[in-house]
């Protein structure tokens, strides 16, 4: 079972908060965090800090001892992550690539070189050979009663989360899914960045993990 820790940009792109998120993802249990790589310049200093410091990211996470995931958005990005030594990839759903991406990049292309990496690759929403599939929508947030999960885990891998609270996880962790990613933050009430509305604190981060490592004990026996 695997539990990402999606930092994303709730950094706000301040290198102390930065080192303090990825501390507490290791204090809550957390088997990796997630930065994003290869943001377009438009995309502004927050979301390009990750890639223009990945050595330093790269660094902290071994002193913690916690893996690194990288969400790649264009090729530059994906050789700032594997320079780096990036412990898994991610390709974002195809939505929300097409959003974010700078102009010109292509997902497939992208997604291609990721499979050329040998690193373990994860991918929302689309079913590739040799990858591994998260169901995810493509929405932020999507409140529990949009929500949709499959009614069993066989065809996806995981779970990647942007919905409020941890029972969707344990839903989906019941249901047989094998990695759960949710958006954590130091602080819910910032309303610069978007995604902290339904990040979980650290603490709720720690609970999901404890129920979550003992579900799976459970259905390991029954």
Known sequence: MLFIAELGSMHKGIEPLVYEMVRRAKLAGADAAKFQFGWPESGGPIRRWATENGKTIRQWCTHFDIKLMASV??????????????????MAHPETFAKNAPEGEDYDRLLHLCMESYKPVF????????????????RYPVYQHELTLP????????YSSHTHGIEDALLAIARGAKLIEKHVTLDKTEETIKDNAFALSFDEFAEMVNIGRRLEKLAEVA
């Open 73 to 90: 958005f264009s090729w530059a990005g994906l050789a700032v992550a594997e320079s780096c030594g990036v412990d898994y990839l991610k």
């Open 123 to 138: 991918v929302s929403e689309r079913f590739v050979e040799g990858a591994k599939t998260l169901y995810c929508i493509p």
């Open 151 to 158: 009614a069993h885990f066989s065809t996806y891998y995981g």
